[in-house]
């Protein structure tokens, strides 16, 4: 079983839970369904991204929604943002970021 982790920011944010609420109820009901599949290892239409540690998981509904994430360790899978195709390149950016963010702090625990 994969254990779900939600990237929080410094001041307690998490972006991917932002965005997602910004959504409609049936596609936050939908993703959320595509989420727990993924805990049973299941992740469906997904890639890695070129140049980044992170994948996405692809959607073929509303705007062609994304979530990126990071599989850790085979049990945790990071989740970091969300978007649609009309905004992907940039929050690929700060997925990244985010990511870097994630482990110096982590690394300073």
Known sequence: MKKIVYYTT????CPYIEWRDSL???FQVRIAKRLNRICEGNFGDFK?????????LRF???????VYFKEMDEIVVLILAGSDKSDQKAVIKQANKYFEDYINRSNKK
Do not use: A, T, V
């Not at 410094?10 to 944010?13: E, G, L, P, Q, S």
């Not at 890695?48 to 992170?54: F, G």
């Open 10 to 13: 410094i001041d307690d944010k």
């Open 48 to 56: 890695k991204l070129q140049n980044s540690p992170l994948s996405e």
């Open 24 to 26: 409609s109820d049936i």
């Open 60 to 66: 073929n509904f509303g705007s062609g929604y994304r």
